[in-house]
């Protein structure tokens, strides 16, 4: 699921931002990239809506990915230590492109052989 900021967000898009992930946690697994290309404002509401969804998706074993981080909201999530919380891309495709990577490595660590015990 692709989800697209808009250059404000406050309580109203994180209201949306939180129903749109509550439809994606009916999957297994669900990957959420959430696009802040376009941010120049996000406040604390905002930032409590991400870091709650992003708890539920974790719990469901899914991520969320956040790509194209403005300056803006960059500084917001440093200054939050959310930057650590998150794993951040330079663009949409390289965040959804980690998905991928990620199913294939745990598909790759399923598969190995385990040693076997005496």
Request: glycine fraction near 4%; aromatic fraction near 4%; include cysteine.
């Amino acid at each position: 699921m692709l989800l697209k900021l808009p250059e404000c967000v406050g309580a109203k898009e994180a209201r949306a931002f939180c129903e749109a992930v509550s439809a994606e946690l009916a999957h297994d697994r669900p990957r959420v990239v959430v696009d802040l290309s376009q941010v120049k404002q996000i406040d604390s509401v905002a930032l409590d809506a991400l870091l709650k969804c992003m708890v539920e998706v974790s719990r469901r074993d899914g991520a969320i990915r956040l790509a194209g981080v403005s300056p803006e909201a960059a500084t917001v999530l440093e200054m939050t230590g959310l930057d650590r919380a998150f794993e951040m891309f330079p663009n949409v495709a390289e965040a959804a492109a980690s998905f991928s990577v990620a199913r294939v490595e745990a598909v790759a660590e399923e598969a190995s052989p385990q040693p076997a015990t005496a």
